[in-house]
């Protein structure tokens, strides 16, 4: 089991940043894919950014490629997600998740944080 508990969200301008961040426990943090997914009001929840445990490839959504970065230190069971240039449209409830490299599903959730862009 891994238990996964996100920070760092709050209240910014557009056009501001933010860092949210993952921290894990439970089953050793590697070698899980971490993930970052974010559901608004009325929409379903979508996937934002991932990074691998070997060679920490990333992946990201078109909508955040060149605005967010998506980093982890496995010495400190952590993921971050580095929020540039955030929009009104961004704002949602942010979850962090872990999956097996080998698992297609993420099967680990975290209970969200609140990120909300002012216009």
């Known amino acids: 089991q891994v238990h996964l508990v996100e920070s760092g969200g709050g209240l910014v301008q557009a056009g501001g940043s933010l860092r949210l961040s993952c921290t894990a426990s439970g089953r050793t943090f590697s070698p899980y894919t971490m993930g970052w997914f974010r559901q608004a009001p009325g929409k379903e929840r979508e996937f934002v950014a991932s990074i691998t445990d070997n060679f920490g490839r990333t992946d990201y959504a078109d909508s955040v490629k060149g605005r967010f970065t998506i980093s982890r230190d496995n010495a400190k069971n952590t993921v971050y997600l580095q929020m540039n240039s955030l929009k009104p449209e961004e704002t949602a409830v942010y979850y962090c998740?872990?999956?097996?490299?080998?698992?297609?599903?993420?099967?680990?959730w975290g209970q969200g944080t609140q990120v909300t862009v002012s216009s």
């Open positions: 998740a872990a999956k097996p490299a080998w698992r297609d599903v993420y099967n680990y």
